[in-house]
């Protein structure tokens, strides 16, 4: 893959399935690879959150990055989550993913101690300074030291590695914060949501694409949904973004992360096997029950049959947060002259 590929559309944070052992299912992993790149994926985003990076040694995290730029073979770009302990091990993964043909990396803020921006800014700049892959900022304030907007325009101006930034936050006035304020130094510069709930919302703002967890799921609703907003066709990309909200929203907050995603995948018939947090009796159960809920969602797009003993009937949308959303947007673009 060309190192001047554009960073642009939908980058699938990607489930690691494994085998009875807990050890990583090589042959399903490859089989996930060829099956997302089928259904349209833009990119791969292999060791993030909902890989479960930190549930991997540093072995077992190279070692999925390297069957997954073998099975891609330059299909499609490969956006490597390469955050390790310190500065010193993350160069390094930096440097052996370079070697693979990996477009890009992203390394996630400082977790665990809480940084002050002065050392969140600190800590990128020494990580750009010696890479040899462009780096993408990965701000994701629940689980880790927030990247505040001088701090991203500040390393945009001084790190030429640093190429762009993928945000979680799902905070859509920061987000235009940042686009305004590093737009107009880097054009090329990259912004990509991690937050599948405002997808269509984040690109009618400006944002380049998404890394969304849904795509690792239903790639096929998130690749329509941004042909569907990039082509202006908004009324059926609002439409579209309601169902995957519904579905995400599931996926999220019924089962700790990412085990509904987990849980999913393996409705569109993929062997995922179970994750390597151990779950309590309740908790299986919970999941059961989940599995179900799931179900019945992917049935409704027409990806699986119905569970037995059907579904409910007239299970509909909140739509309200996504309109209001939408509406805003929308507005403020038309005051702007770009809509």
Known sequence: MSKNTPLRGIFTPNIVPLDTRGEIDEPELRKYVDWLIERGVHGLYPNGSTGEFTRFTVEERRRIIEIMADQTRGRVPILAGAAEANTRETIKACEHYHSLGVRAVAIVSPFYYKLTPAGVYAYFKEIADNSPIDVTLYNIPMFASPIDVPTVLRLAEECPRVAAIKDSSGDLPHMMRMIAAVRPVRPEFAFFTGWDAALMPMLLIGCDGGTNATSGVVPEITRKLYDLTLSGKQDEARELQ??????????????????????????????????????????????????????CLLAAEGFTDQPVGGCPVGDSVDSDQVARIVQTVVGELKKRGMA
Do not use: H
Not at 257 to 267: H, V, W, Y
């Open 242 to 295: 309601y169902r995957l909200l519904k579905l995400f929203d599931a996926m999220l907050f019924s089962a700790e992360f990412p085990e509904g995603f987990r849980a999913a995948l393996r409705l569109r018939g993929f062997s995922t096997g179970t994750g390597r947090q151990p779950q309590s009796l309740v908790q299986q159960k919970e999941l059961a029950k989940l599995s179900d809920q799931l179900q």
